[in-house]
């Protein structure tokens, strides 16, 4: 059973930083693109970044000049290095793939949520 776990959220004054990753397992085939989504109180989750096997990334303009999203493919883990931070950024952040497990089509896999708190 493929499972993404993440780790590295918590609470951090504004300007800091936090990085954040987020490791697939199991009986994995191919990871297609890997990302990081977020959910605030009382809003939608909203794609946060994206990035390719190849490395190409995709960013939401509110995080742009401020995270960094980066794989190892070899290890199928995917990071999110996140600088000057906001309160703004307070959100449950998501690990997000779409892979191909052994003998299943391909599907989107997500973690659990880590806690991201930033203080003003």
């Known amino acids: 059973q493929v499972q993404l776990v993440e780790s590295g959220g918590g609470l951090v004054q504004a300007g800091g930083s936090l990085r954040l990753s987020c490791a697939a397992s199991g009986n994995i085939f191919w990871v297609n693109d890997m990302g990081w989504y977020r959910q605030a109180p009382g809003k939608q989750r909203e794609r946060v970044a994206t990035i390719t096997p190849r490395g190409d990334a995709e960013y939401v303009d509110s995080v742009k000049g401020r995270f960094t999203i980066s794989r190892d493919n070899a290890k199928n883990t995917v990071s999110l290095q996140m600088n000057l931070l906001k309160p703004e950024d307070t959100a449950v952040y998501f690990c997000?793939?779409?892979?191909?497990?052994?003998?299943?089509?391909?599907?989107?896999?997500w973690g659990q949520g880590t806690q991201v708190t930033v203080s003003s």
């Open positions: 997000h793939a779409v892979l191909t497990e052994q003998g299943r089509p391909t599907d989107d896999y």
